[in-house]
């Protein structure tokens, strides 16, 4: 990496980091006047009232990275409406809590945003030889994309940090791999702008955090992370389409998890609970700054896999995403992430 590429880097990561810096203490400021306020209990496992907004500091700076690094397009002016209506009605929920459906379309209109006036479409994809073009069912696969990656971040934000860190191995990992293939375009200069956004937001929210993101930040930073992904999707390779799921896989695992778990309970996929990963985690006595940190460790292995695939080293990439797959595998079988194991042990005394 040249001189030139450095510097630019470091100012488009530096600028949104201290503006975010200056900009958190005033919307704390705000949170506690408006009332959008985390108040313990519940599934909440904070122990003092703690303000929410904190995804206001980080949507901020990203708009202020922009300014001074974007250019304008029609695909930026998608991205800017649908980050305003993510934001949105993140607000309106961490104020007066939105039911799920409410949320719901919210999220849908950004994606539809993004597909119908950005044109930002999973068309096509080619692997081992084959390629297949998705025609008309590009806009779903596209729109629950977007979706996807926008819930799988606001569940995993359940823990001082968790989001906001394991959003920022996703940025540093995909500008590392557009760095590699010497990209320098609007996926750049966004992966990076938000990097350094979110790491400012991270200086409040590590525990013991003093702001959260709240659904307004959770929602911003997985509807950026579904857009750098689909700015690199132009020529969908399996790679290209992998690599940015991989670098997710705790947040995606998760969500699978936590879908899966309540379908056997015949609970509603939207119902909140406390079998998430962070919790298992927690369950242990580990503490709350140790769970952040060991899943922040598994997330940066799985992006550390992904950079030596781009690099060419596949073997042993290959050897970390099997180490990491057994990981996964005994974490389900030791924990009720999936399955209650303690009902199933009754169950099994039963029967004998």
């Given at each position: 990496m040249n001189q030139e590429l450095f510097l630019k880097i470091l100012a488009?990561?530096?600028v949104p980091f201290v503006f975010v810096l200056l900009i958190i203490p005033l919307i704390k400021k705000i949170a506690f006047k408006i009332n959008a306020v985390d108040v313990p209990g519940g599934r909440h496992i904070h122990k003092k009232p703690t303000p929410k907004l904190g995804g206001l500091g980080i949507f901020f700076g990203f708009l202020l990275g922009y300014m001074i690094f974007g250019t304008h397009s029609s695909i930026m002016n998608a991205v800017l409406?649908?980050?305003f209506i993510i934001i949105l009605i993140g607000v309106v929920d961490d104020i007066t809590e939105l039911g799920p459906l409410t949320q719901f379309i919210g999220q849908l209109i950004a994606a539809c945003v993004i597909v119908f006036y950005g044109g930002l479409l999973i068309k096509d994809l080619s692997a081992f030889g084959l390629y297949i073009n998705f025609s008309i069912l590009s806009y779903p696969i596209t729109i629950?994309?977007?979706?996807?990656?926008?819930?799988?971040?606001?569940?995993?934000?359940?823990?001082d940090g968790l989001s906001g860190g394991i959003s920022s191995i996703y940025y540093l990992t995909i500008g590392i791999i557009a760095i590699i293939q010497g990209k320098t375009g609007l996926d750049f200069v966004l992966t990076f702008t938000m990097l350094g956004a979110t790491l400012g937001f991270l200086i409040y929210n590590f525990n013991?955090?003093?702001?959260?993101?709240?659904?307004?930040?959770?929602?911003?930073?997985?509807?950026?992370?579904?857009?750098?992904?689909?700015l690199g999707f132009k020529n969908v390779t399996m790679t290209s389409f992998i690599i940015p799921l991989i670098i997710l896989a705790i947040p995606i695992l998760?969500?699978?998890?936590a879908i899966i778990r309540r379908f056997l309970k015949h609970e509603p996929l939207f119902k909140g609970d406390k079998f998430h990963i962070h919790h298992q985690l927690l369950n242990r006595n580990f503490s709350t700054k140790q769970t952040v940190i060991?899943?922040?460790i598994i997330d940066a292995l799985f992006a550390f896999a992904s950079i030596l695939y781009f690099l060419k080293d596949k073997e042993i990439s290959y050897v970390v995403y099997g180490i990491l797959l057994i990981l996964v595998i005994i974490i389900v079988l030791k924990t009720n992430i999936v399955f209650d194991r303690e009902l199933i042990k009754q169950k099994f005394k039963k029967e004998k």
């Open positions: 488009i990561v530096l409406i649908g980050s629950f994309f977007i979706l996807g990656c926008i819930n799988c971040i606001n569940l995993i934000d359940g823990l013991p955090a003093t702001i959260f993101a709240g659904d307004c930040g959770s929602n911003f930073m997985g509807f950026m992370i579904a857009v750098i992904a689909l998760d969500t699978l998890f060991i899943i922040y």
